[in-house]
């Protein structure tokens, strides 16, 4: 069930930001849900393309571009939050652009150097990964694609933010690229 506190943060996120923002959908959390997107005739495209696309298709990453339910986020509650859905990826870079950062995401190595999926868009394991990682990481993991991951803490049902803000000015003479990352938690009134 979802809290007011948590309700409100994505009724004001929906209402100022729907036109960048994308939910990640994780299918193997909610096969049905995949089925009602088509049904209902909501946009959604898989992160993964080809072979993999068709045999993972029941436990892939999907995007879901949040514009089509503008600022109605009573629409988007009901029918994607909560169904296997518990990430919100905020970008100005384009639905293509974020689409390749994120799958470039969903392959990391082992310890023993073979490549395992990253399933980061579980965001019980996208929490983990965000305390254990450092600046450099997040930063390579965002890439120029993602401004900010709102994903839902699962202890707390808070919705915490992943962003990232430039830094001095200093900093970005000497390395242009580099972002200090924040995490912090979004609530009604902010």
């Not at 990640?24 to 959604?44: C, E, K, P, S």
């Not at 001095?168 to 580099?178: M, Q, V």
Request: hydrophobic share 40%.
């Amino acid at each position: 069930m979802l809290n007011d506190l948590t309700r409100k943060a994505l009724h004001r996120l929906l209402g100022e930001r729907s036109g960048t923002l994308y939910v990640l959908y994780d299918a193997a959390a909610d096969n049905d849900l995949l089925g009602d997107l088509q049904r209902d005739g909501v946009t959604h495209e898989c992160l993964y393309s080809g072979t993999k696309e068709v045999t993972l298709r029941n436990v892939a990453p999907y995007l879901i571009p949040c514009a089509q339910f503008g600022a109605d986020a009573a629409a988007f509650i009901d029918q994607v939050w909560h169904r296997g859905v518990t990430m919100l990826v905020e970008s100005d870079a384009g639905g293509d652009a974020l689409k390749i950062q994120l799958k470039k995401n969903s392959f990391v190595r082992n310890s023993e150097g073979v490549e395992c999926y990253f399933r980061y868009y579980d965001a019980r394991a996208f929490a983990r990964f965000v305390r254990m990682a450092n600046n450099e990481q997040l930063g390579q993991f965002c890439g120029s694609a993602c401004r900010a991951i709102y994903f839902e803490d699962a202890g707390s049902g808070k919705i915490i933010a992943l962003a990232g803000k430039k830094t001095t000015l200093i900093s970005r003479i000497f390395d242009p690229g580099t972002m200090r990352f924040e995490v912090r938690n979004i609530d009604a009134s902010q």
